[in-house]
């Protein structure tokens, strides 16, 4: 009987992830996340030095590969099994342990760009506006950092985390606590939808009910896709800035 175990759990959820079997594999619509992300940044990362704050298993570690970018990538994450399950995927990877919401082990200015995608919101309440601060100032001046979190909108309802914790954010918000770290917003955007809070339940359930690995289906995988552009908040999941480091950083 699997029910007690997995009661406890969701009663103990406050934000934090735990990287089980599910989690081993970059097997999903992750690659076509990051092929709609580098559309909409138009941006070319050959020769950069990146951050990935938050890499979980390293998804787009995996896509830089893929796609034969030659950036310089170096991967951040709190969670010592996620790390290790980059390593042995890509012995050569350099991933550091880090804690987002403390000073990082970086020199300041030491990277071109950094990616914030989908982490922020697993941070303790109120740390949040604090990871941003820490980020800032491992950016060159001028540098990027991209930052995608959960959207507040009708159907955060659908998202089973919500219930039990997970913050979504509003788009003030977040432009407000890019702004207090130093960063000037350059451009935003909306995008998921029905169809990827379906894939995200499908996720859950083989990780926390079944303890198995998932992929997304091929027919749900091409109905995601297409949430993908940019379009209304009111039906979208998901919330993307685009920040400039300041040349002055007044954030402490």
Same mark, same amino acid.
């Given at each position: 009987?699997?029910?007690?175990?997995?009661?406890?759990?969701?009663?103990?959820?406050?934000?934090?992830?735990? =990287?089980?079997? @599910?989690? !081993? %594999?970059?097997?999903?619509?992750?690659?076509?996340?990051?092929?709609?992300?580098?559309?909409?940044?138009?941006?070319?990362?050959?020769?950069?030095?990146?951050?990935? @704050? &938050?890499?979980?298993?390293?998804?787009?570690?995996?896509?830089?590969? +893929?796609?034969?970018?030659?950036?310089?990538?170096?991967?951040?994450?709190?969670?010592?099994? !996620?790390?290790?399950?980059?390593?042995?995927? /890509?012995?050569?990877?350099?991933?550091?342990?880090?804690?987002? *919401?403390?000073?990082?082990? =970086?020199?300041?200015? /030491?990277?071109?760009?950094?990616?914030?995608?989908?982490?922020?919101?697993?941070?303790?309440?109120?740390?949040?506006?604090?990871?941003?601060?820490?980020?800032? +100032?491992?950016?060159?001046? #001028?540098? *990027?950092?991209?930052?995608? *979190?959960?959207?507040?909108?009708?159907?955060?309802?659908?998202?089973? @985390?919500?219930?039990? &914790?997970?913050?979504?954010?509003?788009? &003030?918000?977040?432009?407000?606590?890019?702004?207090? !770290?130093?960063?000037?917003?350059?451009?935003?955007?909306?995008?998921?939808?029905?169809?990827?809070?379906?894939?995200?339940?499908?996720?859950?359930? @083989?990780?926390?009910? =079944?303890?198995?690995?998932?992929?997304?289906? #091929?027919?749900?995988?091409?109905?995601?896709?297409?949430?993908?552009?940019?379009?209304? +908040?009111? %039906?979208?999941?998901?919330?993307?800035?685009?920040?400039?480091?300041?040349? %002055?950083?007044?954030?402490?």
């Amino acid at each position: 009987m699997f029910r007690i175990p997995i009661i406890s759990r969701l009663l103990r959820y406050s934000g934090e992830v735990e =990287f089980l079997e @599910a989690d !081993a %594999t970059t097997d999903n619509f992750n690659l076509e996340v990051y092929k709609w992300m580098m559309d909409w940044l138009n941006m070319d990362l050959t020769e950069k030095r990146i951050l990935d @704050a &938050g890499c979980w298993n390293a998804p787009f570690e995996h896509y830089l590969k +893929k796609n034969n970018i030659d950036a310089s990538w170096v991967g951040l994450d709190l969670n010592q099994t !996620a790390l290790k399950s980059i390593t042995i995927r /890509s012995p050569k990877a350099p991933v550091v342990i880090g804690d987002l *919401t403390k000073e990082l082990p =970086f020199a300041h200015d /030491s990277f071109d760009v950094i990616v914030y995608l989908q982490a922020y919101e697993h941070l303790p309440k109120g740390k949040d506006r604090d990871s941003l601060k820490h980020l800032a +100032k491992l950016l060159k001046p #001028n540098g *990027t950092l991209i930052l995608s *979190t959960q959207l507040n909108s009708p159907l955060t309802v659908l998202d089973p @985390a919500w219930v039990l &914790g997970h913050r979504h954010y509003w788009p &003030g918000d977040l432009r407000k606590s890019a702004e207090l !770290a130093g960063l000037h917003v350059v451009n935003e955007a909306a995008s998921g939808g029905f169809w990827q809070y379906m894939d995200v339940m499908g996720l859950y359930f @083989a990780k926390h009910v =079944f303890r198995r690995k998932y992929s997304t289906p #091929n027919w749900m995988k091409n109905l995601c896709v297409k949430e993908f552009t940019p379009h209304s +908040k009111l %039906t979208s999941t998901m919330y993307w800035l685009r920040c400039q480091k300041k040349a %002055t950083v007044d954030a402490k």
